[in-house]
């Protein structure tokens, strides 16, 4: 199985600060790298598609980058409702893989 | 707006075989692919396989013995069986809808436990 590995595994930060988590992935995986966020209690949403796709809905705050090992999600200017804990995962190989998470919280 | 909803039981006892169904609303199952995914209390999240709507599926490699989903177009529903369960298979299991790259229509998720 490929392994996903997130840094950091949390972070505090304040609204409207600039947030990013890495994503690095055991081997390349191309672009098959997606984002969700998951709020307690909730199910994971969909963010990020393939690297870099915004997810109909989703606001344009939140942005994918990166390809073969290394990818990058950023909030550039963190809300309320951003506060939550952010998964990537891996669908370039069977079966699919995810990190084990980044927990935004409050500074 | 795509929906779904897991149903099945909360509690199943060591060595018995869980079976849970999802169904589909607002959408159809003729379509796209039928993913469970599950998450330990606490901890992230695991793939356990999906099913395509033509019935080929896909198993996650460390539970595939244990595994067996299906899916019936007529009442858009799809279905988890997992045997033999244990405690380390207690978890919010979610049904969602995906493509081949991205999951993007998940369940609220339902808690089973495993107890005797």
């Known amino acids: 199985d490929i392994q996903m590995t997130q840094s950091p595994s949390s972070l505090s930060a304040s609204v409207g600060d600039r947030v990013t988590i890495t994503c690095r992935a055991s081997?390349?995986?191309?672009?098959?790298l997606n984002w969700y966020q998951q709020k307690p209690g909730k199910a994971p949403k969909l963010l990020i598609y393939v690297a870099s796709s915004l997810q109909s809905g989703v606001p344009s705050r939140f942005s994918g980058s990166g390809s073969g090992t290394d990818f990058i999600l950023t909030i550039s200017s963190l809300q309320p409702e951003d506060f939550a804990t952010y998964y990537c995962q891996q669908s370039y190989s069977h079966p699919a893989t995810f990190g084990q998470g980044t927990k935004v919280e409050i500074k | 707006q795509v929906q779904l909803q897991e149903s099945g039981p909360g509690l199943v006892k060591p060595s018995e075989t869980l079976s849970l169904t999802c169904t589909v609303t607002?959408?159809?199952?003729?379509?796209?692919?039928w993913t469970w995914i599950r998450q330990p209390p606490g901890k992230g999240l695991e793939s356990i396989g999906y099913?395509?709507?033509?019935?080929?599926?896909n198993y996650n490699p460390s539970l595939k013995s244990r595994v067996t989903m299906s899916v019936d177009t007529s009442k858009n529903q799809f279905s988890l069986k997992l045997r033999s369960m244990t405690a380390a298979d207690t978890a919010v299991y979610y049904c969602?809808?995906?493509?081949?790259?991205?999951?993007?229509?998940w369940g609220q998720g339902t808690l089973v436990t495993v107890s005797s």
């Open positions: 607002g959408g159809s199952t003729s379509s796209y692919y």
């Open positions: 081997q390349s995986i191309r672009s098959f």
């Open positions: 099913i395509h709507y033509t019935g080929s599926a």
């Open positions: 969602a809808r995906g493509t081949e790259q991205y999951v993007d229509y």
